[in-house]
């Protein structure tokens, strides 16, 4: 096909989703730090370099075509970044907002997916090869991010499932059983609830009694407490294999013994000083119980942001 008569629209397509990725450069950023998730709220990091570079691709394109690389606003991308802000402010337990951030992102990635494999077929059929190899690049990490992005929807929604309490108002799995192998520190029992709950009246790592006579824990930075609370249980500092960039531990768990899938898991255990100099750096606190609901010792623990946490705590989202 002759590459004129698809020209002008290749040339209006491009401009539109180099406008939907301007517009998620400014978006990834807020929905990372909304995220509680690590993973989640670390996915949403990396895809927000991601999406400038493939901005920076598409202005490559522009300048090859000889066109001015300007954008044609993306009225779908603007109205899910929407949803995306509705979700940012609703008044939502934390695991639901996860699941419905991840959920949004879905979508928006798969606009992408359709948008660039459009792009790159038009491309192909007119054999402009070096610009649909640019696009491809574009296609497959919007591809890998999605995949991502299930798996992380397909664990937070099994967390959520656990945390919900049982028929007769105990907790649906017992401590230390049940336990998703990539997410030891997640959500369990009356955990969540009890984090958002501790969080907000014992930022200073208080503990305090729930109604049902659970100790709830409470929220803490300090280092000594972490590794008092995490000894006291056989936990050890761990890092998830695979998850951290060149030169990067990746993310940061707390291992405990006795766990189904131990055989299974990525988690690599690293040194305390390793553990908390990272936990520094990336500004997180842990949430954590002392004892669940029926008075059994808990390992719920969850690494959060710290920022979030305060906002949050303060009232203010
Ligand atoms: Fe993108």
Redesign the pocket.
């Known amino acids: 096909m002759d590459s004129s008569a698809t020209g002008p629209l290749l040339i209006e397509q491009l401009r539109t989703i180099y406008d ?2 301007k517009q ?1 450069t400014r978006a990834l950023p807020k929905m990372a730090k909304a995220a509680s998730d690590q993973e989640l709220a670390e996915g949403f990091r990396e ?1 927000a370099e ?2 400038k570079q ?1 901005a920076a691709r598409i202005e490559q394109i522009f300048q090859s075509l000889g066109v001015k690389p300007r954008g044609i606003p993306c009225a779908p991308m603007q109205a899910m970044i929407e949803e995306g802000q509705r979700i940012l402010s609703a008044d939502m337990e934390d695991d639901v907002r996860d699941i419905a951030l991840a959920c949004a992102a879905r979508r928006v ?1 798969h606009f ?1 997916i359709a948008s660039y494999d459009a792009l790159a077929a038009m491309t192909q059929s007119t054999k402009q090869t070096e610009l649909s190899q640019l696009l491809q690049e ?1 296609l497959r ?2 591809s890998e ?1 999605d995949k991502k992005l299930s798996a992380i929807s397909k664990r937070l929604l099994k967390e959520s499932a656990r945390a919900q309490p049982a028929a007769d108002g105990g907790e649906k799995a017992p401590r230390g059983t049940g336990r998703d192998k990539r997410q030891p520190a997640a959500a369990h029992g009356r955990g969540r609830n009890a984090s958002r709950a501790s969080s907000r009246g014992a930022s200073n790592g208080s503990s305090r009694e729930s109604e049902a006579g659970g100790r709830l824990g409470g929220m803490t930075t300090d280092h000594e407490e972490i590794r008092r609370w995490a000894e006291e249980r056989g936990g050890k500092p761990s890092c998830v294999e695979g998850t951290g960039g060149k030169g990067d531990i990746g993310m940061l768990r707390l291992e405990f013994p006795g766990k189904p899938n131990a055989k299974d898991s990525k988690l690599h255990e690293i040194t305390w000083d390793e553990f908390f100099e990272k936990f520094d750096e990336r500004g997180l606190a842990m949430v954590f119980q002392d004892k669940t609901s029926r008075g059994q010792k808990s390992n719920f623990n969850k690494l959060v942001s710290r920022e979030t946490e305060k906002s949050r705590s303060a009232g203010g989202r």
Do not use: V, Y
């Open positions: 939907a990725e998620l895809h991601q999406t493939q990635e992408e574009t990490e919007e991010t």
